[in-house]
């Protein structure tokens, strides 16, 4: 089964492959938050975290808005739904392939018990 990802599924997936990005997402799913809170949060530069909130943002994860001097990030729009979708089909296929293995193993473990039987002559 060939499947080609989107750009958008690789650059969300690019964005969900960093332990920060993961907790900024989760962080901001409970109230927006500026930069220089993340900063503080995360125990990272501005700079920083200026660079994470970018690859969140143009992976569609976030978003701000910059009032005066601070800039504020909220949740995205994305809702994952696609990403979701890509990982339940690879889901199916790898529980597919499991089962199969399972009834390979059953197979030969009965085989096993058989040929460990006295024959009848």
Excluded: Y
């Excluded at 958008?8 to 997936?13: I, M, P, T």
């Excluded at 143009?58 to 696609?82: D, N």
């Amino acid at each position: 089964m060939v499947q080609h990802i989107t750009p958008r599924l690789d650059a969300s997936f690019a964005a969900l492959s960093d332990a920060t990005r993961r907790g900024v997402l989760e962080r901001l799913g409970h109230s927006d938050a500026s930069i220089t809170e993340l900063a503080d949060r995360f125990h990272m530069t501005l700079t920083g975290m200026k660079k994470h909130v970018g690859v969140l943002e143009q992976a569609g994860l976030v978003t701000t808005q910059k009032v005066g001097r601070v800039r504020t990030c909220s949740l995205g729009l994305c809702r994952l739904e696609e990403e979701a979708a890509w990982i339940e089909g690879h889901r199916r296929l790898w529980d597919a392939r499991f089962d199969a293995l399972d009834t390979v193993v059953e197979e030969l473990k009965r085989r096993e018990t058989a040929d460990d039987q006295p024959h009848n002559r």
